[in-house]
């Protein structure tokens, strides 16, 4: 599993439920991010941390919550969850290839397929 | 701002016979230019990647990628593909600490 374990794999929500996916590395591993994947969207960046108790946006983050509270774990919350959320959820850890530039690859996990009612 | 073009939706290719998936890029600076494939049901895995040096790049299960500056591509390639390449493969670009966006991706139909 690339060192990054995902949960629950499958979810269905009703409108306006809340809830958390959970992803957690155990590699100590500084960076880590969660993707959508959408078809014929490709995989968008919702939300990035390089570090436990730093965070930032990515491409699309409304609507989703994230923490670091320590190195292993990054979850991403859904307060209120709507329709449009219906996707694939990927997380991911990045591997410092010993450059300042986070210049390596991703790992991902298994994802999460999230279905909103 | 950095973008990623996968032109074709899907490539059909028999087995035995190269092919080719292509990808173009957009960034201003160098770009650092990555291959993912993700296999049915799967989490996305990396292939191989192109930081420097090289223009041509050699990856995982015999997949190669040339970086070509003038074009601004960084197509994937394998000499001969197997039924089991069949999946959907994405590229990816990111400048330095910038985010890496990703393609739309291809997906590869390999043929018996």
């Known amino acids: 599993n690339a060192g990054v374990t995902q949960t629950p794999k499958f979810q269905v929500l009703k409108t306006g439920q809340s809830m958390t996916l959970q992803c957690a590395q155990d590699?100590?591993?500084?960076?880590m991010s969660w993707y959508r994947q959408d078809p014929g969207m490709g995989l968008r960046l919702i939300h990035y941390?390089?570090?436990?108790?730093?965070?930032d946006q990515g491409e699309v983050p409304n609507g989703y919550n994230v923490s670091r509270s320590t190195t292993e774990d990054f979850p991403l919350r859904l307060l209120s969850a709507a329709p449009s959320q219906t996707s694939v959820y990927f997380c991911?850890?990045?591997?410092?290839?010993?450059?300042?530039?986070?210049?390596?690859?991703?790992?991902f996990g298994e994802g999460s397929r999230l279905t909103v009612l | 701002a950095q973008s990623v073009a996968q032109p074709e939706d899907q490539v059909n290719v028999a087995e035995g016979n190269p092919l080719t998936v292509k990808c173009t890029y957009s960034v201003s600076g160098n770009p650092y230019l990555f291959w993912y494939v993700q296999y049915p049901n799967r989490g996305l895995q990396f292939l191989l990647k192109?930081?420097?040096?090289?223009?041509l790049v050699k990856g995982s299960y015999g997949f190669e990628a040339e970086f070509n500056k003038s074009q601004t591509s960084f197509h994937l390639k394998k000499p001969s593909a197997l039924v089991s390449d069949s999946a959907l493969y994405f590229c990816?670009?990111?400048?330095?600490?910038?985010?890496?966006?990703f393609g739309t991706g291809t997906r590869l139909q390999v043929f018996p």
């Open positions: 991911a850890r990045l591997d410092l290839d010993g450059l300042a530039e986070y210049t390596g690859e991703l790992f």
């Open positions: 941390s390089v570090g436990a108790g730093i965070t």
């Open positions: 590699m100590n591993h500084e960076y």
């Open positions: 990816a670009v990111k400048r330095n600490t910038d985010k890496l966006i």
């Open positions: 192109y930081i420097t040096g090289d223009n």
